[in-house]
């Protein structure tokens, strides 16, 4: 596996930074733009009407685009440096935490850094964004998180045969990725490449219980326990299916 640093497409960025700006979008997602950039007004672009909001905060965006050119450039410059000793030691962890060579496959995997602070990935293209002024150690974090998604996706489509149009919210495979990476990242050497934040899957996962028990207990508990990775892929989207009601019904009231 390689990964190559490089700049996001500022149209490219844009597009899903007003689509996280939309009228139907949850708050905890739209808010953090204006978090990052206090030269956004929150409380003016959320009186405005849909259409009005994306002009105005496409306006600002390019104003903050000229003046962060330089500082994004920089960015990828620290976040390379700081990828080199990690990228050494990449696919002997993935291999050991999948259970298969991971340096046959997944070698053009970019890291787009820009002004996006949600930071989305596509798991078809294995690219994923980062934003410019995360801490370098948090930055390649996040790398190691979409990662293991993508060798998770990538193992998956070849065991089940299925669709990727599957493999993002809202359906049920999406899900379970966003709770497995936490479990693999967790126990296995890919957890060692670098210091571990407090959370590695979305916060209202870790106190979660589904069936009476702690989610996460259950998950470790199928990985330290599986066969092979194929093993833990079956039954874990087993568990998740069997529980889909309860799983939805606690996500949907975390995400309110």
Known sequence: M????????FEEDLDFILFLQQDDKPVWWSKRLFEVFPSLNYEYARKLPESERLKYI???????SVLHSDDIQNSIKIF??????????????????????CTKFLNDIVGFVGL??????????YTFDVFYKFEPEYAIFVALHEITHFVWFYIWHEYFKD????????HLKWVLSEIVVETIIRNSEIGDLVKQPKYIAYSYFYDMEINGKILFDTMKKLYLERKDIYDFMEKSYNFVQQNEPELRKKIAEAEK
């Open 80 to 101: 390379q440096t700081n990828w080199a000793p990690v990228a050494k030691k990449l696919n002997q962890a993935f291999s050991s935490a999948f259970g298969c060579d």
């Open 116 to 125: 996006d602070p949600v930071c989305p990935r596509n798991v078809q293209d």
């Open 58 to 64: 496409r306006k600002e965006m390019e104003k903050l």
């Open 2 to 9: 390689q990964l190559t640093w490089k700049q996001k497409d």
């Open 163 to 170: 669709s990727p149009d599957e493999y993002d919210t809202p």
